[in-house]
């Protein structure tokens, strides 16, 4: 089983919907989660952190975790073109340690 | 806005050359990292640093890899031997805690990376 487990697409949406990224993750006791967006050739670039069950809303991005189900999903609101990336799930398993365990990605492709 | 800088963008070496990678941390930021990820595959966490001391090392990291902070303000990965399977962007980023707490202080910011090349 992988540890951090995503789709790899294509997720492909029309602009101005609603894109939905999912995660899972196979180790219960991870603590820290993290989405990332990458552009091709390019470096991640950190989207969102989440740390307890729940929502966490910053723009038109919203986070989800429900550690009950080890899962953790992104939602883009109002997806844009320019929103067209791949987006990486990492997951920090232990306190005091910095290490980010990474999905394999998701390539979300926004049709104007 | 602070970031993560890294030189070279792209190195190009031969076959058992070493090679150093650098990388210039956000300056407040107490914990540095190295990741790789090979084209096409997922990013892979290699080793993270802190008060001049390996914290965690992946088994990637063998004996051919090292990190040192130089300086204040410089940190570097050392491939001594490099093989053709190390051809990779190597990515550096680095946080201001690595745990324990939540928050931002937690979040890792990464550099634009170096596509290393072994020929």
């Not at chain 1, 939905?20 to 470096?43: A, I, M, P």
């Not at chain 2, 990190?67 to 190390?86: A, Y």
Request: contains cysteine.
């Amino acid at each position: 089983q992988k540890e951090v487990e995503q789709n790899s697409g294509p997720l492909s949406v029309p602009e101005g919907a609603i894109a939905s990224l999912n995660c899972t993750y196979s180790d219960r006791v991870s603590q820290s989660f993290f989405w990332y967006r990458q552009y091709s050739g390019k470096s991640p670039e950190l989207i969102m952190s989440i740390y307890s069950n729940g929502d966490k809303e910053d723009g038109r991005f919203t986070a989800q975790l429900n550690k009950a189900s080890q899962y953790v999903s992104l939602l883009i609101r109002d997806s844009q073109p320019s929103d067209s990336a791949t987006y990486l799930c990492a997951v920090r398993r232990k306190a005091n340690t910095g290490k980010l365990i990474f999905g394999q990605g998701t390539t979300l492709q926004v049709k104007p | 806005e602070p970031e993560v800088t890294q030189t070279p963008s792209h190195q190009v070496t031969q076959m058992g050359q070493e090679v150093i990678l650098r990388c210039v941390p956000i300056s407040n930021h107490l914990y540095f990292y190295w990741y790789r990820q090979i084209l096409g595959q997922k990013v892979e966490f290699l080793v993270s640093f802190y008060n001049n001391e390996i914290s965690e090392k992946s088994e990637i990291f063998d004996d051919q890899f090292s990190v040192e902070r130089p300086d204040g303000s410089n940190f570097t990965l050392k491939i001594r031997s490099t093989k053709l399977e190390d051809s990779a962007m190597y990515f550096c980023a680095s946080s201001f805690t690595a745990g324990g707490s939540s928050g931002a202080y937690n979040e890792q910011f990464f550099g634009p990376g170096t596509r290393l090349t072994v020929l």
